[in-house]
């Protein structure tokens, strides 16, 4: 009814705003709208987030085995070093004490050997033989 | 067939089954996810009431009492530093030793398999301790057995011994590292270096004089350790390094001091003396070359002989010098002009002062026509007293204290005497002439050397000294610095009393102290010495100077109470003469190639 009543009305033209456009018939207006976004797949994203957290952790991970492996051979180098410091300290006593004055001259005695008198200088500038006693023979 | 049975609507059974089959109704399952909702936050709640508990309330207690189990704190040893002599030889080094500890608590409670058999408690780890320490295992048994947190195992044990104990891997053994000083020359100049006490300190001698420098800073190390005793990489870790002692070189030249040791060594036993002394020093540098007694300790073993302990007698040692002071008085008579090496005197073999004091010479003699250098080389009295009366008392004195009298000269050493040496108004009517020849004061064996080679100076005293240098941890060696210097006579007075001193060894009483190529100058002395228990004695010296023509060195060598002879020229000039010469040698030091041109002697 409401329709037939419009139609009727329709040749009078009242100036005053309406809703519906003057020129066009009674017909919904057509819009373009824009197709509905794709969805797209969130998986690389994912991938690469797990990546990243996989790679920090195993980085993680092996700068740690590093470090306690670094701490072992520190260990043991000291170890070694300790070591071959107390060879080096053994070693150089034993040196130290055969090199003693005493047990010099011991060694000497026991090898039939004789305190050297004193020593003969030869004097370049006359060719003289100075100091020890009988020198030079 | 056709049912007729139980005939049943579908269309009724349906919903009623759906209403039975469909389980529980919504009321209930709503109280069902209530409660399991309830349940789920309740055990939140205790989780996260234990969570904050945990962390927020004892968090840091727990977090310490964590860290406490895995730290450990490691003592850092200082190292000591060496004492070497003026060539680099060791004198004194040290090594690294272990003193083993137990902690008896942890030592109760341990037990091991080993070779299938189980040891438990301090009676297992005493079995298995024993071989290794080489000890009674019943008393390693009493020692590990209590319950004590603490208790010493053994003492300064070889490296190889502790690592061998730690391989046992006995819960509640550990050891310390510690230093033990080693003495590589046995007892080579002992009395000088002196030794360290249980603690690594230096106890006496040169070890003790320097000790601040030797001793260096200990430090610690606290960290996370792992379980197999590494350290905990990225874990806590606190270390105050150690700061390792400074080491010392010294003026000593261990062949030098070894000769001189043996030479007086034995001439002690030759001549049946209770002790002696050679003191040799660098006349230029005042560097002490060799400081030799007839008894030295072994620092290796100080407890061997507490006879011992008394340190060098060269400095601690008082004695009259007898004749060798006469160098003193002449060198005063001829700065002051009273007497030149011509002058000549009539000197007889008693002589009575203006006082009434009467002086004798050693030998009786008739009437001698003698110069100074006569009086001198013949080692008169009488002749001394002459020329030195002219002498005011108070120069007498001055010249005796600016020749070192009476004071300590400084050197390195502990337990260094001054001597006595009384103020000239102290002096009474005989001390105030014999002072003029070496008594009525008192002397050690370096002051005595140090005139001779002040005299052979120039008259330029320096300062006896035993530290050449140090060298630092890095290795850098900085040399001492140089000794302090003073002109006590002039050039030319120090001359004329060294040639004067050279007729004493050329035509003297010192002739024994000849050293074949070289000139040597010098002078004898004998005095009257009151041994500790008051009876008399004699000390019988001779100090003298080699090469005369460019002095190198001034030797001294004192024998207290001499049974062979009381003669300095017979018992003391011979090792003088071995024992200089062998320095010469030693030191390199060219043979002299000059004639001696000597001042008359007679007139």
Request: glycine share 10%; net charge negative.
């Amino acid at each position: 009814m409401s329709a037939e009543q419009a139609a009727a009305r329709a040749p009078r033209v009242h100036p005053r705003p309406s809703a519906a456009p003057s020129a066009a018939p009674a017909r919904p207006r057509l819009r373009l709208v824009r197709p509905p976004a794709q969805a797209r797949t969130h998986v690389p994203f994912v991938v690469t987030c797990m990546a990243i957290l996989a790679a920090a952790l195993l980085a993680a991970l092996l700068l740690n085995t590093q470090l306690a492996a670094g701490a072992y051979a520190t260990r043991t180098m000291d170890l070694r070093l300790a070591e071959l410091a107390r060879t080096e300290q053994s070693l150089s006593a034993e040196l130290d004490a055969n090199k003693a004055p005493a047990h010099l001259a011991e060694q000497a005695t026991a090898l039939g050997m004789q305190p050297a008198g004193s020593t003969a200088w030869l004097r370049l500038a006359d060719g003289t033989v100075q100091g020890a006693t009988g020198a030079g023979q | 067939m056709p049912g007729t049975s139980a005939p049943r609507v579908p269309t009724q059974r349906g919903p009623r089954r759906a209403a039975v089959a469909g389980g529980p109704s919504i009321t209930l399952l709503n109280r069902r996810r209530t409660v399991l909702v309830v349940a789920v936050a309740l055990l939140l709640t205790v989780f996260s009431g234990r969570l904050v508990w945990l962390q927020g309330v004892q968090g840091q207690a727990v977090a310490a009492e964590a860290l406490q189990s895995r730290l450990t704190t490691a003592q850092l040893v200082a190292a000591r530093g060496q004492i070497t002599d003026a060539e680099g030889e060791v004198l004194a080094t040290s090594v690294d030793r272990y003193d083993i500890e137990a902690n008896q608590q942890l030592i109760r409670t341990w037990s091991a398999k080993v070779d299938g058999t189980t040891y438990t408690g301090a009676a297992g780890a005493a079995q298995l301790l024993a071989p290794v320490l080489d000890a009674n295992a019943a008393e390693l048994g009493a020692t590990l057995d209590g319950d004590r947190g603490f208790v010493y195992v053994a003492k300064n044990v070889l490296p190889e011994v502790w690592q061998a104990v730690a391989e046992l891997r006995i819960n509640g053994i550990t050891a310390s590292q510690v230093a033990d000083r080693v003495y590589p020359n046995g007892n080579l100049a002992g009395n000088l270096l002196g030794w360290v006490d249980a603690e690594g300190s230096g106890a006496t001698g040169v070890e003790a004089v320097l000790d601040d420098e030797l001793a260096g800073t200990p430090g610690s190390t606290t960290y996370e350790r792992g379980r197999g005793g590494q350290q905990i990489p990225g874990g806590y870790q606190e270390s105050t390094p150690a700061v390792d002692g400074r080491s010392v070189q010294l003026t000593i030249n261990s062949d030098i001091q070894w000769k001189a040791q043996q030479a007086i060594e034995q001439q002690v036993a030759a001549t049946g003396s209770d002790s002696g002394t050679i003191v040799m020093t660098s006349v230029t540098t005042g560097e002490v070359l060799a400081m030799a007694e007839s008894r030295t300790v072994d620092p290796n073993d100080p407890g061997a002989d507490s006879a011992l302990w008394g340190g060098s007698s060269a400095v601690s040692d008082v004695f009259e010098p007898g004749s060798t002071a006469k160098i003193i008085t002449m060198a005063a008579a001829v700065e002051t002009g009273l007497v030149d090496p011509y002058s000549q005197f009539e000197v007889p073999y008693q002589y009575t002062t203006p006082n009434n004091q009467t002086f004798k010479d050693s030998h009786e003699h008739a009437g001698l026509r003698l110069t100074t250098t006569g009086i001198l080389a013949e080692s008169s009295n009488t002749g001394t007293v002459m020329i030195g009366q002219n002498i005011p008392e108070q120069v007498r004195h001055d010249y005796l204290a600016k020749f070192g009298f009476g004071q300590k000269t400084g050197i390195e050493l502990p337990a260094e005497q001054s001597g006595r040496l009384w103020d000239a108004d102290d002096w009474d009517g005989r001390t105030k002439y014999a002072v003029l020849f070496g008594q009525g004061l008192s002397v050690t064996a370096l002051q005595a050397t140090d005139v001779f080679a002040t005299i052979a100076n120039g008259g330029v005293r320096v300062t006896p000294h035993l530290v050449k240098g140090w060298t630092e941890p890095d290795g850098t060696y900085t040399p001492a610095q140089p000794a302090e210097t003073t002109q006590v006579v002039s050039p030319e007075t120090a001359q004329t009393v060294l040639t004067m001193m050279e007729s004493a060894v050329d035509e003297g009483t010192g002739s024994a102290a000849a050293i074949p190529g070289y000139r040597v100058a010098g002078k004898t002395g004998t005095a009257q010495a009151w041994a500790a228990d008051g009876t008399q004695g004699i000390t019988a010296s001779f100090i003298g100077v080699a090469p005369a023509d460019d002095p190198a060195i001034a030797v001294s060598v004192v024998l207290h109470n001499p049974r062979t002879s009381e003669w300095g020229g017979t018992v003391a000039a011979p090792v003088f003469s071995e024992v200089a010469g062998y320095a010469l040698t030693e030191l390199g030091v060219a043979p002299s190639g000059t004639q001696p041109e000597l001042f008359p002697t007679t007139w």
